[in-house]
Structures are given as C-alpha cells and as structure tokens.
C-alpha cells in the first residue's frame, strides 16, 4: 500500500470519526418535547440514557485531559474561552469544553491530512501550523458568539416573564424566581444565581462576585436594578414603576443588540472559509501551471516564487486577522483588575532592557510623552508607558529577526535553484522529449560536480573549469560543448557567489523592523477607536442606574459614585480612585476624574454631579437625562447602522483578496512574466539568425 493511500484510508477514518462527533454533539444539545400519548416511553428513556452516556463521557474525558502534561494546558485555553458563557456551571462547562476540543482535534487532522496528501515537505508543516491557530480559533469565536446570541434572545423572554410576574406580586425577588422557574436555557440559570445573591446573607458581596462571571453587561445591569429596587423600593415617578422602566431599558438594548448581531452575522457569513480556501489550492494551481507550461517551473523554484508564496500566506494570515477584527461582536473586551503575569513587565526588570527603553522611548515632559501617556489613559491599557516601550522594542527585535531569516532563507533557496538548474536549450518552449530530458539532467549534473570540485569560486579560469569538465565527464566532449559548458558554469559561479546579505537588504530588514517598532502603537490607536463605542456602551448604562437613582430619598453623590463603581468595567481604576480620594476633597476628586477620562459622554456626568454638590438637588441636576438617553440611543442606532455597512463592504474587500492574490499573483503574473521572458529569448534567437 502506498503512502498516498494510507493517507486516504486515513483520511477517510478521521471523515467518519468527525461526522461521529457531531452526531453525538447534536444528540446531547438536541431538546426533546416529548409527548406521552404520541411517542413510546422506551424511546424517550433509550434517547435520554444515550445524551446522559456522552455527557459521562465528555466529563470522564475532561477528568483524564487535565492529567496529562500539554493537553491540560490548552483544555484550559479552551475553558477559559467559554468560562464567560458557562461559568456559573461547571458540569456544563467542561461538558462544553470537550465538545469544542474533540470537534477542533478532528477539524485540525482532518485538514492536516488533506494538506499531506496536497503538498507535503516544508510547506505542509507551515500550513499545518496555520489549520491549527486559524481553525482553534474560529470554532471558538463561532461557539462563543452563537452562544451569546442565544443568551440575548433567552433574555428577552426573561425580561417578560420578569414584567409579568412583577405585575402580579409587586416584589422582585418573587418575581425574579418565578420566571427563572418558567424560562429555560442559560438564562434561566443566570436568573436564578442572581435570585441567590439577592437573597443571601451578604447580597452586596454576592452581587459582586457574579459581577466577576456575568457574560454581558445587560445581566449585570439587570442584577443591579434588581438590587437597588429591592433594597430601596419601586417609588412611583411619573407613574412608571423604576424597575418596569429599567427593564425596558434593558430589553430595548438587548434588541438592537441582537438585530446588529444577526445583521452583522447574514452580512459577513462565510467570508473566513472564503479567506482561507486559498490555502488548499496554492500546490494544485502550482501543478497545474508546471504541467500546462513547463517553462513555469523555474519561477516557481526561484526564490521570486518563494516570495510570491510566503506574501500569498501573509496575506491569508493578515486576512483573517481582519476580518476577525470585524467580526468582533464583544462590547467589552477589557476586563478591569490586576494581571498577574505580564511579560512586558518582567523583561523591563532586565538592566539592558531598562536601558533600551529609557534611550528610545520618549523623554519625559516632552509632547510626545504627553501624547503617549494620553493615548494610554483613553485605551484603558493595563501598560505603564515604559513597558509600553519594552513591547515596542521587542516587536522591533522580532521583526528583525524574521526578516533577517527571511533574506538568508531566500538566498538560500536561489544558491540551490541555481545548482539544480536545468540546462536545456533556449529555444525550446515546450515540454521537453524523455530523451532530451535525460540528457538535460546529465548536463545539471556534471555541473554540480564541477562547480563542487571548483569550491563554488567564482574567481575559477577557463582552464579550470575545462580541467574539471575532463576530470567528471563519463564521456567524451567536443571543443563546442566545452566552451559553452565553460561559459555555463562561470555565470552559475557568479550568480551563486552573488548570492550574499547586501546593504540594501540590511536597509528593507531595518525598514521592516522600523515598521514592527510602530506597529503596537497603531493597533493602540486602533483599540481606542473601538474602546469609545465601549466606552459609550458603558455611560449608557450609567445613566441608566442613575436614572433610577435619582428618584431614591436621601440620595447623594458619593453613592452614586459607589453604584456605578459596582458596574463599571472600563472605568473601574479611575472610579475607584475617585472614591478613595472623595473624602479628602469632593470636588477635586471630581475634577480629576473628569480629567482621567477624556470621553465627553462621560465628562457630561462628572459636571451634573459636581453641580449637585451644589444648592441644586440630584434629581434637578439630571432632569434631562431621559432625553439624552433617547438621543444616545438613536444615536448608536444610527452609528450601528453605518457601522455594520463599513464592515460589510471591507469584510467582502478582504474576504475575498486572498483568493484574488492567489489567482493573480501565482498564476497570471508568473504567466506574464514568463512570457515576456520567453519573447524576448525568442527575439534574439531571431536577430541571431
């Protein structure tokens, strides 16, 4: 049995071990409604005995993974990326976990063996490198965000039940348990953990810590809400009920939410796998270029292929990556709090690195490290500006190192292109006859060996290289054959010499690296543009707990400054600092504050709260606040609106560029190239003439 055959069975087993998987996978997610008087008992109980089966053994398995050394450390990985859709149960999160795990192994040796049986070699190890990151972490964003969009819908129905039971019986926790009892799915869950801390001994510290593993912000407002109202009363203002309102609130957000999602989701579905498919189709179209002209050959062996190809792969890499970044549907992908290990942070300990930073970084008291600290404060980055540099640094070094690689591994792959070069008659532009083949490859070989014996000089005489033509050569030559042979082998010399680092390549890996150096700084400018709309995310819900607070008797502002330290996420560090700070002075603490977070929005709050320091009451300080919160809304509906457009016409822009690079840069513009090559070798074969 050949390789490619084992390759096939292979791959046929892993083809019928995948679709297994999945059977399972959608026999345990699968929710039955069974009726008694239409379906058999044994059914129902044969059906149910079957999911409990691949549970226990999706729980067994994760038990058995976190044993053994390196699978342990991604099953973590896996877990940690679904923690914030299942924290709050743990049966259901490793159950979750090992789904996602053994659907992504299967995913990834599956493609694994395709590329095999494709291309192996050299590029198969580096396109197997890329199935495995690209493919990890495409099932898990899809997990994540179809899970997510469940949720929202989950909640809506929640929120209902919520409305209509609070109708009944006026109080919140009673209201709350009876649609946690009647709703089902993740919500539902959510519901009923939030009832626990709302009925706990500590309900502040329990709030808290669900805070810490609530998936989005609308259940943590909603817990929130929940809290206030049971802890000061539903007051009648305006005669709407404050929790009911907020409630709307909430179920307003939640469906743009879920139409920007949904939109977004129809708009840009199937632009990955899109992305990504050139991937499989870079050796096909190779063979087939080599089989239709065999003059493509050398241009795919030289390193302007190499290149061709290397930038094709860059650019699938850097498509995804984008089209990654547009699909990105978290709100809030900062999570407030110390970090533990930060890298950035450890390098900086080192002498020679504080040295570097210090010497390259910006000097401070200068605009650019006004500038820069700015940059950093409106980010909310958990880096202080000289770890900042130190990552900056060490991009530089990485990019370097790389395109340093990249120039001794092209100059590496020409030396042999030009050994292994097949020496063939100019004139011919066809496929070579065997007997001319054979005869081709006699040449290539007599002139490795001479240029072997000759130590690749490139200083090698005429008499040397006919020395050595005589020496290697099985047969006789003729006085023609030797001087073109000569004259053949003293170009291959110098072009293989020729071969070296110049400084103009020195100059691109610098210019290279010079751009690595600049590149964490363009993707923080980048962050800050998408942490405003997170920003604005959060104010909204700001104004949301202060338009309830407002309302409350004896109300003051250090205890709104405390309810909204309770929700904020972006904003935590400053708020906190705020507090710390207010006993010592108000209003300067106020001040600070509002210079800390540049967001208008945000700065709009601080000065109602420090006019209610004032002669006027809170409730006279945001008396407009329900008008502007209809005006953020639409607002946001509208920046949605163009928004996901924006993202819809560059996601099919960069969807589709690689299969476009593909197509022309590894086949039209080698064609080209050839061609031109080939007419202009035709036409001094003519002048010759």
Not at 110 to 130: A, R, W
Not at 302 to 329: C, D, E, N, P, V
Not at 330 to 347: C, F, M, N, P, S
Not at 398 to 424: E, T
Request: charged letters at 20%; a neutral charge; glycine letters at 4%.
């Amino acid at each position: 049995m050949s390789l490619k055959q084992v390759l096939l069975l292979i791959l046929t087993i892993s083809i019928l071990g995948l679709l297994i998987i999945y059977v399972f996978i959608q026999l345990t997610n699968r929710k039955h409604h069974y009726s008694p008087q239409r379906m058999d008992n044994q059914k129902i109980k044969s059906s149910k005995s079957l999911r409990a089966v691949m549970k226990a053994f999706l729980v067994q398995s994760y038990a058995y993974a976190v044993k053994v050394p390196g699978v342990a450390g991604y099953i973590q990985l896996v877990r940690k990326k679904l923690s914030y859709q299942y924290g709050m149960s743990e049966y259901l999160l490793r159950i979750e976990t090992m789904k996602q795990t053994f659907l992504i192994w299967a995913t990834f040796l599956v493609s694994g063996i395709v590329l095999m049986t494709i291309q192996p070699g050299l590029h198969f190890f580096m396109l197997v490198l890329l199935v495995g990151v690209v493919v990890n972490s495409l099932f898990l964003d899809m997990a994540v965000a179809r899970q997510e969009r469940k949720l929202l819908s989950e909640m809506v129905e929640l929120f209902a039940e919520v409305r209509h039971r609070y109708h009944q019986h006026g109080m919140v926790e009673e209201a709350l348990y009876e649609a946690a009892e009647v709703s089902q799915g993740e919500a539902a869950r959510h519901a009923m953990h939030i009832y626990a801390a709302l009925t706990s001994v500590h309900p502040d510290e329990a709030l808290e810590r669900y805070y810490e593993t609530a998936p989005n912000r609308f259940l943590k407002a909603f817990a929130g809400i929940s809290y206030m109202v049971m802890e000061f009363g539903d007051q009648e203002a305006r005669q709407d009920s404050i929790y009911l309102k907020g409630i709307g609130s909430l179920t307003q957000e939640i469906h743009l939410e879920i139409l920007r999602l949904s939109k977004l989701d129809y708009l840009l579905k199937g632009l990955n796998v899109i992305s990504l498919a050139p991937v499989f189709f870079t050796k096909p179209i190779e063979e087939w270029a080599r089989n239709s002209f065999p003059t493509m050959n050398e241009y795919y062996e030289s390193k302007h292929g190499f290149i061709i190809l290397l930038s094709i792969y860059i650019i699938i890499i850097g498509s995804y990556a984008l089209l990654q970044q547009i699909q990105r549907t978290q709100e809030t992908g900062y999570l407030a709090g110390d970090r533990k290990q930060i890298w950035e942070k450890r390098l900086y300990e080192w002498k020679w690195m504080r040295h570097l930073a210090s010497a390259f970084g910006p000097k401070t008291g200068t605009r650019s490290y006004a500038s820069l600290a700015k940059l950093l404060r409106d980010t909310n980055t958990h880096l202080r500006l000289e770890w900042f540099e130190v990552r900056r640094i060490t991009c530089f070094i990485g990019c370097f190192i790389f395109a340093v690689s990249s120039v001794g591994i092209l100059h590496h792959i020409q030396r042999n292109h030009i050994s292994n070069q097949p020496v063939v008659n100019a004139t011919v532009f066809g496929e070579l006859p065997q007997a001319e083949k054979e005869t081709s490859l006699w040449w290539t070989t007599l002139d490795q060996k001479v240029m072997k014996d000759l130590n690749m000089s490139a200083s090698s005489t005429y008499e040397q290289i006919e020395n050595s033509l005589h020496r290697h050569s099985d047969k006789k030559l003729l006085h023609e054959d030797i001087n073109t042979s000569v004259h053949r082998i003293t170009e291959k010399l110098q072009a293989w010499n020729h071969e070296v680092f110049h400084w103009w390549e020195l100059l691109s890996c610098l210019f290279i690296a010079y751009i690595g150096y600049h590149l964490p700084l363009l993707l923080l400018y980048t962050e800050r543009r998408f942490r405003r709309m997170d920003m604005r995310h959060e104010v909204y819900q700001y104004q949301t707990v202060i338009s309830i607070l407002r309302d409350m008797d004896r109300m003051s502002v250090e205890e709104i400054l405390e309810w909204l330290n309770r929700f904020a996420v972006i904003f935590k560090t400053p708020l906190q600092k705020c507090l710390l700070h207010y006993e010592h002075g108000p209003e300067e603490a106020l001040e600070q504050l509002k210079e800390e977070i540049t967001l208008p929005e945000f700065q709009r709050i601080v000065d109602k709260l420090i006019l209610a320091l004032g002669t006027i009451t809170i409730k006279e300080a945001f008396d407009d606040l329900d008008h502007q919160m209809s005006f953020y809304f639409e607002q946001r509906r509208q920046e949605y609106a163009k928004t996901i457009e924006t993202k819809a016409e560059w996601g099919r822009i960069i969807g589709f560029t690689p299969m476009y690079a593909l197509i022309f840069l590894y086949l039209v513009l080698p064609l080209i190239v050839v061609s031109f090559t080939q007419m202009n070798v035709y036409y001094e074969q003519i002048q010759k003439i």
